[in-house]
Structures are given as structure tokens and as C-alpha cells.
């Protein structure tokens, strides 16, 4: 019998120490190193080894006929969208996100409509009972559907279970975490017993030809909970987020084999599940805040999409000795450097502001084009001018001041459009870009400072409001404006 090993294994990225200390070398993360039995993972008899004999495979080309990889479409547009067009056989996904959010009843619909259609369905949970999942899909209306069901948690059960009879076209592990495998000696839940548990799931996954989703906990800080190995294993990582508060639900793609990263689907959760979104720039600015200062209108794209969404923008004065700055589904990075260039090339002193800064409806935005419409929105709620309703911004800002063109300018223009927004606010270089009537009137900017000057310009003091200033040695107030386009006074103190 092979000779007990024991190491202490980080249980957030899997790393392998000797002996226990507080700290994680690899990661970063403390107390997280946990005493495991490594036996079963690391060693194998000299015997078994031994005998092991190596085979020659065959070598290929890059010249071939490459063939598109087969795909079972779910009949969920929202879900299809994001996987790229459906799941391919024998690929294996990991879907992540925050207890609560709604993995478990996305999956449940999916399985359910797959089942439906004819194809062998199989939902095993780890973490409830059948009656569990039996009344989650009664409240679904999903009851009739003729999904397998399975109450278990230990891997070779589960694979010697599902390779009888037909090959199922959909698998559900729920959850990754509560699985367990024989061949090491680590409890549930722990890096070890994850990765193996994956590595069995997956090798069966290519073999059968079967899709295999895995549904993984989500830590504090956002990220699927366990070894990161186990994302490099999968062929894609899906992260179902949302707001508790909020009825949006947003499936994005981390990684994906077969099919964009980019893309994203949006649900909204109801007392009959999550039903799809089509529309998701309807949905964003169905309650917008009309005529209210700080607020500005988004036009953006997720991956093919182009998204319409309300940036919402407060500016208060603060009693701190440091200024609050608080973000909200956009980069904290990415609005001080907006902030720096507004107080840099545009004489707007936000030093004693506390800036507040929400994307509306729980989206996330990446991309930075959403510069222009961020600093509209803070300029707006600092001078107290409401910004046109019927008007979308996009652009981004360069560390001069400069307005920079972005893509896709066409898409936003056209979703714009088509919800009756009159104007578009955009970079001077793009309108170029635009194709054919975009049936919005244009107004271009190619500086940051000509569109603080125009917003400030419509501005109305706010009753006990700071007035921003910056005053130079001797304690006198001197003009920070930068030509003819600067901010107006009422952004500083009026000169002695």
C-alpha cells in the first residue's frame, strides 16, 4: 500500500505546501491552507507504473477540412445566444454566480425544454432532495416535463449511472463542490476532491459525447469558488449575475471554446421563472429618472448587441476630509481618471464633492465608451442641469481631454433610433462612421471642454451648493478656465 502523503493545499487557488502557514505565496489569501491526504492524487504504485506501456499516436496537418462542432440548440434564445448558438457534444460548461441569483431554475428550464423536445435530460443535484427540485419545478409550471432526476453525490455512481441506456444530450451537476470521487482522500469541497470530481466529469463528457454543465459557488469577492484549474479544464465559464434587489438577470460569457466571449442574455426573474429579455434597452430605461440632473443615457454594446442604459451621477458636498468616491457596475479606475480629466482640462473641482456613480438595472459595462456619458452625468449633477431626455452620449476620453471615436457607431445610432431617442451626442472623428440616415440629429464634440461649457451653461445654483475654486498662493482665487470653452464661473469663485 502506497505511503500516506501529506500537504497543506490552499483551498482558493490549489497550491501545495510542505508544511502550514498563514499566507498563501501563490494567491495571497490567508488562512485558506488546509491539511489534505494527497495520496490518491499525486502518487500511483511503482508496480501500475511499471507496466504502463506508451503507445504512438498520428500527427496532423494545419491543411484539413475543419467541420463546425454539432450543437443541440435549447430553444432559449437568451441562453443560445450566449453559448453560441446551443451546446456542443461532449463540451462540459461551468456556470457560476451569487446563492440566489436563479442558476438553479435557469437550468431547470433549460433541461426541461430539451426534454420536451425528445432528448434525454438528466439533473442530479448534490445540494437538495427530488422533492426539492420536484416543487421548484411545479412552481415553474415544469412538472409534465420528462427530466431525469437524481439525488447523489458521489462521481463513480454518477458516471456508471448515466453511461446505462441512452446517452443523455444534457447533464446538470449542481453542485461541482458537493461531489465527491474515490480516488482521493479529501473531504467534500476541497481543491483536491473538486479537481478530481471535474477531471472524472469531464473524461466522461468526451467520451459519451454527452454536454455536461457544472454549476460552482461563488466566492465573496465574485469569483467561482475552488482551484482556478478547474476553469482551464471546462470549454466554457458562464457567470449568472444580478442584483437582489432588481429583477434582471445577466448570463455573460467568461470563456467559451466554441463560440464569443462577448456575448451576454438577459432574463428577468418572475413567480413563473425567468423569462427572456429581447428587448434589454427597454427594459434598462422603463423607469428613468426624466428631467433629473445626473442622470445620462448609455449607448453601448454587448457583443453583438447594442444595449441603451441610464447612468446615474451624484455630486454632493463633502464633509470628509477625503472625498467618497462610490461605483456601481462600472470601473472605480475608469471614473477617477474621467474625474482627473474633468478637474485638469476643464476647471471642474470635484476635490470637495462626494461622487456617487450607479449604472442603472444592474448591468455591468466594460467598455469605455461609456467616458462621455459618465462625465456628462457628473457634470450635470454638479451644476444642477438636467440633461435632454431624448439624447444618448457614447465616446471616450482620452487623458488630454479629447473626445475619441469607438466602434460600432452605426448600432448604437440605430437603437437609438428605434426607441425614439431624437439626438446623439458622439465624437467628432466618428461621424464618418455612420452609415446611410442615421435618423438622429448629430452633435459631435472633439474636446471634453466644449460640452462641460454647454451643460454648465444651463445650470441653476443649487441652493447652499460649494462653489469650486482654486486659489493660488497668496490665497486669491485665479481662473482656471482653458480658452473660450472653459467651465462658467459659477464652477469657481468669483474673482476678488
Not at 432559449?76 to 453560441?84: F, I, N, S
Not at 441569483?101 to 434525454?120: D, M, N, P
Not at 463560440?259 to 430605461?285: A, C, H, K, Q, Y
Request: proline share 4%; charged share 20%.
Amino acid at each position: 500500500m502506497a505511503k500516506s502523503t501529506l500537504s497543506f493545499v490552499c483551498q482558493n487557488c490549489g497550491a501545495a505546501y510542505n508544511r502550514w502557514q498563514g499566507k498563501c505565496d501563490a494567491c495571497g489569501e490567508w488562512n485558506t491552507l488546509a491539511e489534505e491526504d494527497t495520496t490518491g492524487a499525486t502518487s500511483m504504485p511503482a508496480s501500475i507504473r511499471s507496466k504502463r506501456k506508451s503507445r504512438v499516436f498520428a500527427l496532423e496537418s494545419l491543411s484539413g477540412k475543419s467541420v463546425d462542432a454539432p450543437r443541440l440548440p435549447t430553444g432559449m434564445a437568451e441562453l443560445d445566444r450566449v453559448t453560441g448558438g446551443g451546446f456542443v457534444r461532449g463540451s462540459v460548461l461551468l456556470v457560476g454566480g451569487d446563492p440566489g441569483i436563479g442558476k438553479s431554475t435557469l437550468l431547470t428550464q433549460a433541461t426541461s425544454v430539451l426534454a420536451r423536445a425528445g432528448h434525454r435530460a438528466v439533473y442530479i443535484s448534490g445540494e437538495e432532495a427530488i422533492a426539492q427540485v420536484r416543487l421548484r419545478a411545479e412552481r415553474l409550471g415544469l412538472a409534465n416535463a420528462p427530466v431525469q432526476l437524481a439525488a447523489e453525490t458521489s462521481v463513480e455512481d454518477i458516471i456508471a449511472t448515466l453511461s446505462e441506456g441512452t446517452v443523455p444530450r444534457l447533464v446538470v451537476i449542481d453542485s461541482i463542490q458537493t461531489m465527491w470521487t474515490d480516488t482521493v482522500e479529501s473531504a467534500p469541497g476541497t481543491v483536491t476532491q473538486v479537481r478530481a470530481s471535474a477531471q472524472a466529469l469531464i473524461r466522461f463528457a468526451k467520451r459519451s459525447g454527452a454536454a455536461v454543465i457544472l454549476v460552482g459557488h461563488v466566492t465573496k469577492d465574485g469569483q467561482i469558488a475552488g482551484p482556478r484549474v478547474v476553469e482551464h479544464m471546462v470549454d466554457a465559464v458562464l457567470s449568472f449575475e444580478g442584483e437582489g434587489s432588481q429583477q434582471f438577470r445577466i448570463l455573460r460569457s467568461v470563456k467559451n471554446r466554441f463560440g464569443p466571449t462577448d456575448e451576454i442574455g438577459v432574463f428577468e426573474m418572475t413567480g413563473l421563472g425567468l423569462r427572456e429579455v429581447t428587448n434589454p434597452s427597454e427594459l434598462f430605461l422603463s423607469e428613468r429618472d426624466l428631467g433629473s440632473p445626473g442622470t445620462a443615457v448609455f449607448a453601448g454594446i454587448e457583443g453583438t448587441r447594442p444595449v441603451l442604459v441610464e447612468l446615474q451621477a451624484l455630486v454632493a458636498p463633502t464633509s470628509l476630509g477625503t472625498p467618497r468616491r462610490a461605483v456601481v457596475g462600472w470601473d472605480s479606475s475608469r471614473l477617477s481618471m474621467v474625474l482627473a480629466v474633468l478637474e485638469a482640462h476643464c476647471g471642474v473641482k470635484l476635490s470637495g464633492y462626494d461622487v456617487y456613480f450607479n449604472v442603472a438595472g444592474g448591468l455591468r459595462i466594460q467598455e469605455p465608451a461609456a467616458d462621455l456619458a459618465a462625465a456628462a452625468a457628473l457634470v450635470s449633477s454638479l451644476a444642477n442641469a438636467p440633461l435632454p431626455t431624448d439624447a444618448v452620449y457614447f465616446g471616450e476620453i482620452s487623458l488630454s481631454g479629447a473626445v475619441r471615436p469607438v466602434a460600432q457607431t452605426s448600432a448604437r445610432l440605430k437603437e437609438a433610433a428605434k426607441l425614439g431617442f431624437g439626438r446623439a451626442i458622439l465624437p467628432e472623428s466618428a461621424r464618418g462612421d455612420v452609415g446611410g440616415d442615421a435618423g438622429l440629429s448629430l452633435n459631435t464634440v472633439g474636446g471634453l471642454t466644449s460640452l462641460v461649457a454647454e451643460i454648465a451653461a444651463r445650470g441653476t445654483p443649487r441652493k447652499g451648493a460649494r462653489q469650486s475654486t482654486e486659489e493660488d498662493d497668496d490665497g486669491d482665487s485665479r481662473d482656471t478656465s482653458h480658452g473660450k470653452n472653459a467651465a462658467p464661473p459659477r464652477f469657481r469663485r468669483q474673482e476678488r
